[in-house]
């Protein structure tokens, strides 16, 4: 369905509608729009007042004209064109220059980079693009996993991220046989960590993990990780780290999922096929930094690096 503008007649329409108890979704079927405008229409006139059409519609339109007279500074063009080439989303731009006092919406931000890019610019390349997309095999099988501990037997504390130091471990692949990425997020401050290794082997994914957590051991309880066979070496972790290794169900990816999207940020440094003897470890420290300097709408679009420092400190 098309988006249109309420008109005043609809908006009259929902005002009726909404005295006879009728629901949103009826309503949005009613007066033929989508059931989020009614949501916005609603939470606009206030959480606790009544809805009133002809006040609405009066709103609506003075915000219409004041909008067409408004044009954004070319210094604060400027500066949003700065932290899209350093990889912040529209909505993160938006809500850390609305919060400065200069208020510039994500949509606004996309039309711009749209018609940069209808100018043959080049912004459009620093937006994240694509979905990763999961399917299991009909005959695939996880494999198993010796002393393998189980996420059911996981303290409920980790599920509520209520502390520091439960994280969630993964690996991502380069080109065949040019190596791999281990990768470990921090679930309540999305803190993120990568380091590149010759191989998927369980040797190198342990030696990494153990290099890359050694520093924090003192904020490491649990490590979360799925039924692959790099992770073989568990135990080894463990003990290393002074910390438990407990592992998700298979094919249950959402029960990692902060360190999933993470890996998605990651694939905007090191895209899918890389011959990974082809990027330094420079090149991987350079991408982690940028991932964890990103303000996160989690966060209250606070970045996961600052949150993490603040809370060692703390500790």
Not at 10 to 36: D, F, N, P
Not at 182 to 198: C, M, N, P, Q, S
């Amino acid at each position: 369905m098309n988006y249109q503008q309420l008109t005043e007649v609809r908006r009259y329409q929902i005002s009726a509608l909404l005295e006879r108890g009728i629901s949103v979704s009826e309503i949005a079927k009613t007066v033929k729009c989508h059931r989020s405008t009614i949501y916005r229409e609603l939470k606009r006139s206030g959480k606790n007042e009544q809805y009133v059409p002809d006040k609405a519609h009066q709103e609506s339109v003075a915000k219409r004209r004041q909008a067409r007279k408004y044009r954004i500074p070319q210094s604060r063009i400027d500066f949003i064109e700065v932290l899209l080439s350093i990889d912040w989303s529209p909505e993160q731009i938006s809500n850390v220059l609305t919060r400065a006092g200069a208020r510039v919406s994500h949509e606004w931000i996309y039309r711009h980079v749209a018609r940069d890019k209808r100018q043959g610019g080049k912004l459009f390349r620093h937006l994240r693009q694509g979905h990763k997309r999961y399917r299991r095999g009909k005959k695939e099988k996880a494999p198993a996993i010796k002393n393998a501990i189980s996420i059911d037997e996981r303290p409920e504390i980790v599920d509520c991220r209520e502390r520091i130091g439960d994280w969630e471990i993964d690996t991502v692949l380069g080109k065949h046989g040019t190596g791999a990425m281990v990768t470990i997020l921090e679930r309540k401050t999305r803190f993120y960590l990568t380091k590149k290794t010759a191989s998927k082997s369980a040797k190198d994914v342990t030696k990494a993990t153990i290099d890359m957590l050694l520093p924090y051991k003192e904020f490491v309880h649990t490590i979360t990780a799925d039924n692959g066979r790099e992770f073989a070496g568990h135990e080894e972790i463990a003990e290393a780290l002074e910390a438990q290794v407990y592992f998700a169900h298979p094919y249950s990816s959402w029960e990692r999922g902060a360190n999933e999207n993470a890996n998605g940020l990651l694939r905007q440094y090191v895209k899918k096929g890389t011959d990974l003897r082809t990027v330094s470890d420079e090149d991987i420290e350079r991408a982690q930094h940028r991932i964890n300097y990103r303000p996160k709408k989690c966060l209250g679009f606070k970045q996961p690096a600052v949150i993490f420092q603040e809370m060692m400190s703390a500790a």
